[in-house]
């Protein structure tokens, strides 16, 4: 498997080459560096027998059929988009791998049919909003979707008409009936697995999101002639908030928040602050543990306004459930794992994933591969050859362990 990771890693920088931008990666939803992914991708696909198609929504599909026409389908992949200033790895190692597989199984035919998503947008860098290739999928790419526009004003729909495709035919995107399940590879853009000594892990579930936004009111004044004791700092109350909210993380198990971004008006030097807003970001693999450290992050705010004599509004603007991964799938790959030679490490994902949204439809699940030091979405985002070796084997043995499988053979697309 070691030459077969090398080609991994080699094809994974070619496509990084594929760039909106000049000197670093960037490639956005359709976006022209989109459409030479699209062909490199292709032209792989086709010379190893799968049939490549581009549905309206935008994602590159590869299809392996099965030992008999009808047969069902598994699906594998990720995503083609990345964020600015990217690495080569996220989203794209995930298809890469799932292609090599493909190319390993050679002449063999599976009692099921295997297609290789490169989803088109999973980042929300181009228009705001993330999954837009996922959720066409699931049949949740609608009007209000279609109609978001980016910094040019070109809307989604008149994105996917640029690119040559018809916005009209965008529901027969959707998954058919004769889906099996999802799995998706992907890095795990974080440290946990370096700190284990883990190549690999098996994600149990993907963590809940609460964002909002917290305006703390207080009074703008003259920074040399205020009086400490006389002083409402909208500032000093959002600071002592946030020092709040690490302590408040630390005492729950899996849980993480973060405040990621803080503005101040006036913004002077010597005035003091009126107004302070800053956002706040909360995960965990349970909605009720995440509800309740919101609400009690929002109930701490406000008693620091109350006694500061300011006041403070919360605003959310995100509330994502957490999704649990499929057990069955789940525990074929830890078996995968261990006939692999690796332990089956089971963790939470604390980013989101195009598997959340195909989880709504079908069984899924996922593996991640350590990232060395942690590093994620930027060009310093690395793997281990070993590790995508151990993947590739971990994916060979679980194709193996499926076709064997009378009870995944039975699985259908969930309404």
């Not at 959002?238 to 006036?266: C, D, F, M, Y």
């Amino acid at each position: 498997m070691a030459a077969k990771a090398d080609e991994v890693i080699a094809r994974c920088r070619k496509l990084a080459s594929f760039s909106e931008d000049s000197g670093s990666t960037r490639r956005t939803f359709l976006s022209s560096a989109m459409r030479d992914c699209h062909r490199e991708l292709s032209s792989w696909m086709s010379r190893i027998g799968m049939n490549v198609s581009v549905d309206a929504a935008g994602n590159l599909r590869g299809f392996y059929s099965g030992s008999a026409p009808e047969a069902p389908r598994l699906l594998l992949g990720s995503h083609l988009d990345t964020v600015p200033n990217a690495g080569a790895y996220d989203g794209i190692l995930g298809v890469v791998a799932a292609i090599t597989l493909i190319e390993a199984i050679g002449d063999q035919k599976l009692p099921f049919a295997v297609e290789v998503l490169g989803f088109s947008e999973e980042e929300g860098v181009r228009f705001g909003v993330p999954f837009i290739g996922s959720r066409a999928l699931v049949g949740r790419l609608d009007e209000e979707v279609l109609d978001r526009r980016d910094a040019q004003g070109i809307s989604v729909r008149e994105a996917i008409r640029q690119f040559g495709l018809d916005d009209n035919k965008i529901p027969q995107a959707a998954l058919p009936d004769d889906v099996l399940g999802y799995v998706e590879f992907h890095i795990e853009q974080g440290p946990q697995l370096e700190h284990l000594g883990q190549p690999l892990a098996v994600v149990e579930a993907i963590a809940g999101q609460s964002r909002l936004e917290f305006t703390f009111t207080g009074c703008a004044n003259h920074a040399g002639t205020t009086p400490m004791n006389l002083r409402r700092d909208a500032l000093v109350a959002a600071a002592e908030w946030i020092v709040a909210v690490e302590n408040a993380a630390h005492e729950v198990g899996g849980l993480v928040a973060t405040v990621g971004r803080i503005s101040v008006k006036p913004g002077a030097t010597n005035a003091i602050a009126g107004e302070t807003c800053v956002s706040l970001d909360v995960r965990h693999a349970v909605d009720e543990v995440r509800s309740a450290a919101v609400q009690n992050l929002t109930r701490q705010a406000e008693e620091i306004v109350k006694r500061r004599g300011l006041s403070v509004l919360a605003k959310q603007s995100l509330n994502q459930p957490a999704v649990t991964m499929d057990a069955f799938l789940t525990e074929q790959i830890a078996r995968a794992m261990r006939a692999s030679g690796c332990g089956a490490h089971r963790m939470v994902s604390g980013a989101g994933h195009d598997a959340m949204i195909l989880a709504e439809r079908v069984p899924a699940a996922m593996i991640f591969l350590r990232t060395p030091g942690g590093v994620s979405h930027h060009p310093s985002e690395t793997v281990l050859a070993e590790d995508v070796a151990k993947a590739l084997a971990c994916g060979e043995q679980l194709l193996q362990q499926l076709a064997a499988s009378s009870e995944f053979l039975k699985r259908t697309c969930r309404a």
